[in-house]
């Protein structure tokens, strides 16, 4: 039987509900849920008291069942005859209070302010079939029909699937004449399953109350995902905005359930009612596993975040691969929320992550962890910076080290500043001896601080610089773990760091041990004015190292930040290089396009550009060698490095060996020209 349109543009044609409604009989045809699903809402917004009229009722028994729980003001309309002429015999008798009669929505007959409530229950969505002309006239005619209609006050409550076309031009319209907008998400009808499925997107109830127009009035604009939380929001355009985000994991949801094997990672994030902030975030990662093991969860404990396994594509990858399973969930924890226990996080989540199952899966879900703790921090400091916004001190442990890290919460994966903390001396408290924890200078938590100090090794006659002192500028300080590494283990090395961000260089001082001396300076400056002052004077450097982080990731560069990499800039820091100098860039570019543009500029200012990265690091250090060593080939010849090179970086390791605790091993075995 021919029930439904072969065409969209069949919903907004009289005829066609006509012979709909003659083919269905009396059979109800319920469109976006019944009213059991819809009830939570509605009683929200409508009260027993009110005058309703429901526009386009169709055969449905929404009008029927609200009128059995008290909602007896009740006047049904359509613009089919055969329907009201159904629904009238049917409820004359057992509810003889409700009203039904044939009317055209675009010219209704009551008069101004004659209603409280205008319930629509997809009658909008069928007129408004496309954003053609003609339709948007028709839709235009609707919506102030239904503004003529409605008193001051009252409430135009529509059911929706809110498609694009359709929400960016009521919201929009109600908003211009005034009224306040409610966007409410119906939960109980996402993922509601009569065996059809005709309906996968999620259905959405607008709620538009009617104010007296008002000059320079402003506009009030809410979203409620959850029953007990009413959000505000800015603009039209962040509601559009929201709107789209869960109609978008409605349908990565669908297609998770339909297919395994994807080909690219996808990541949601899930939240609560009690709060805005996102509670978890989930990576979805497929590939080969055990046919038996289809689907599992890894949740990572905060603290553990940052760590290459979890914080990126490829790492979450190698995850999946030696867990075995053909799906797994990499859940992270958000670090601004407390969680009780693990076992409260399963409990959680075990609902939810089934609607991101492959096909045929189990309904227990195997939770993997590392241990029992979903806790290994504990957070020493917070504090607000004016350049980079909030920020947050923790110690965190590692597999039984503790190390304590700098991070922004404004970029939660991005690690600022990270040292390894050791046992001090034990000092007595409250009568009892306790075990002081103090930083540890001589250990490298980020593998490409090994690197960056290996790069120290292209200094020409490096024994006689190092003799007689090697000058080190730093451009970008942090928590300064590079620079006092390098302050302590290479004697007589003469260090000026650059820092723009003085609550940085107070958290340095405070928690990172940070010392400044006649063979230390920081200079709280702005990197590009101090370079441009140090090319003026004529300074220069056997080394300059450039580690800042950019505030703008949108270009797909996290570090170093553009301007720091524009052509005029780096022909002032080649000036500031002495001859026999380097250059060295920690670069994390995920844009292959801007990596080779990056590229492209050094090798145009510079006579040799050597690359270098380590497997666990996203980060990659480039070393620069000015023009004045042109002629040189001494460090790289068929692929593999120099006797030359490798003498430097023998007697780099000797001397910082020398001074520091720990050994030190020079990291330079995936050299590259490029």
């Not at 109800?28 to 009229?53: P, R, V």
């Not at 409430?155 to 929706?160: A, K, L, N, P, W």
């Not at 524009?566 to 002032?572: E, F, G, K, T, W």
């Not at 910082?656 to 990291?667: D, G, Q, V």
Request: hydrophobic share 40%.
């Amino acid at each position: 039987m021919d029930l439904l349109p072969r065409t969209h543009h069949e919903f907004g044609n009289k005829d066609y509900w006509e012979k709909f409604f003659r083919k269905r009989g009396k059979k109800a045809f319920e469109w976006y849920g019944e009213y059991t699903q819809l009830c939570s809402i509605l009683s929200k917004y409508i009260k027993t008291s009110d005058k309703i009229l429901i526009i386009g009722c169709g055969n449905s028994e929404l009008s029927a069942d609200m009128y059995d729980v008290g909602y007896h003001n009740l006047l049904n309309m359509d613009i089919s005859s055969t329907v009201i002429q159904q629904m009238t015999e049917k409820h004359s008798s057992s509810r003889p209070e409700m009203k039904f009669v044939c009317m055209d929505i675009f010219e209704m007959d009551f008069h101004d302010g004659s209603f409280s409530v205008v319930l629509d229950k997809g009658t909008l969505d069928a007129i408004f079939t496309d954003d053609s002309p003609e339709v948007i006239l028709k839709v235009e005619k609707m919506l102030a029909e239904i503004g003529r209609v409605l008193r001051i006050g009252g409430r135009y409550v529509c059911i929706s699937l809110a498609q694009d076309h359709i929400t960016g031009k009521v919201l929009r319209h109600f908003v211009n004449e005034g009224w306040m907008v409610r966007v409410c998400r119906m939960s109980e009808v996402d993922g509601a399953d009569d065996g059809r499925k005709e309906f996968k997107l999620p259905v959405f109830v607008f709620v538009f109350t009617k104010f007296r127009k008002m000059i320079d009035s402003v506009s009030i604009l809410e979203l409620s995902l959850f029953e007990n939380r009413n959000e505000r929001v800015e603009s039209v355009e962040n509601l559009i905005s929201s709107v789209q985000e869960i109609q978008r994991y409605a349908l990565i949801r669908q297609r998770l359930q339909k297919s395994s094997g994807l080909n690219e990672q996808i990541s949601l994030e899930l939240c609560s009612s009690d709060s805005a902030l996102p509670r978890y975030t989930v990576f979805v990662v497929d590939g080969r596993g055990s046919p038996r093991k289809k689907f599992a969860v890894f949740i990572v404990p905060q603290g553990r975040e940052t760590e290459w396994l979890f914080s990126c594509e490829e790492g979450r990858k190698e995850l999946q691969r030696n867990a075995g399973f053909e799906r797994l969930l990499v859940v992270l924890l958000n670090p601004e929320i407390d969680y009780h226990c693990l076992d409260d996080v399963k409990a959680e989540l075990s609902s939810k992550v089934l609607e991101l199952a492959p096909p045929d899966v189990q309904k227990q879900t195997p939770f993997l962890s590392l241990g029992d703790s979903i806790n290994l921090r504990t957070v020493r400091d917070r504090g607000k910076s004016n350049f980079s916004g909030d920020y947050v001190v923790e110690d965190v442990d590692r597999d039984g080290d503790i190390f304590r890290r700098l991070i922004f919460t404004g970029n939660c994966n991005m690690v600022q500043s990270e040292i390894r903390l050791a046992q001090g001396d034990r000092k007595k408290k409250g009568g009892k001896k306790q075990q002081s924890m103090t930083v540890d200078h001589d250990h490298l938590s980020s593998n490409y601080y090994g690197t960056v100090i290996s790069g120290l090794a292209f200094v020409e006659n490096l024994q006689n610089v190092l003799d007689s002192g090697l000058e080190i500028l730093l451009l970008g300080l942090g928590g300064g773990p590079l620079a006092m590494f390098l302050r302590k283990n290479i004697s007589k090395a003469k260090l000026e760091a650059v820092e723009i961000d003085p609550a940085v260089i107070d958290v340095a001082k405070r928690w990172f041990n940070l010392q400044m001396d006649e063979r230390l300076a920081v200079h709280i400056a702005d990197g590009l004015e101090f370079i441009a002052e140090m090319n003026r004077l004529g300074h220069q450097k056997h080394v300059i190292i450039l580690d800042i982080d950019s505030k703008d990731v949108s270009i797909g560069m996290s570090s170093p930040p553009e301007s720091f990499v524009a052509h005029n800039v780096l022909s002032m820091l080649h000036a500031s290089l002495k001859p026999s100098g380097v250059f060295i860039l920690n670069m994390l570019c995920r844009s292959q396009q801007k990596r080779q543009e990056v590229l492209s500029t050094l090798k145009d200012v510079f006579a040799f550009v050597f690359g270098a990265k380590n497997r666990e690091d996203l980060n990659e250090t480039l070393f620069c060698i000015p023009k004045s060593r042109m002629s040189e080939t001494n460090f790289v010849q068929n692929g593999s490095k120099t006797q030359e090179l490798t003498a430097s970086i023998r007697l780099l390791e000797d001397r910082i060996n020398a001074n520091s605790k720990r050994p030190f091993a020079a990291k330079l075995d995936n050299l590259n020209l490029l």
